[in-house]
């Protein structure tokens, strides 16, 4: 059952290779709030928006050797609970919550769309 989650949350967060809307601007580095978790992340490059998600039990900086990628504006984030960003409180620690929060991160940045890509 947790693999079908999986694979159909991250059927919903992937998308193809998606233009970034002119006048975005996403920070090189912060702490966005999402549903009271604090998430925070890096980013480096420019270009279109790729979103790179860690797995259990890492950090965003599993792809600090990634973040410079040609043609792409690269995002890493610390999942609620690991790195430098924390759980809200009464926050269950599961898929469902993880990629709500992505979702929450992505309008909190303003990113209408992002490829995503990942580690489980």
Request: hydrophobic fraction near 40%; glycine fraction near 10%.
């Amino acid at each position: 059952m947790k693999k079908l989650a999986l694979l159909t949350i991250s059927a919903a967060l992937l998308t193809s290779a998606a233009q970034a809307a002119t006048n975005q601007t996403i920070p090189d580095r912060g702490t966005v709030n999402v549903n009271g978790a604090k998430v925070f992340f890096k980013a480096e490059g420019q270009g279109e928006p790729l979103l790179m998600i860690h797995g259990y039990p890492l950090n965003g900086e599993l792809f600090k050797k990634n973040r410079n990628l040609a043609g792409y504006r690269v995002v890493t984030v610390d999942l609620p609970g690991f790195g430098k960003s924390t759980l809200a409180p009464g926050q269950p620690v599961s898929i469902e919550n993880y990629a709500s929060t992505m979702l929450g991160f992505m309008d909190a940045l303003g990113l209408q769309k992002t490829t995503a890509a990942g580690m489980r």
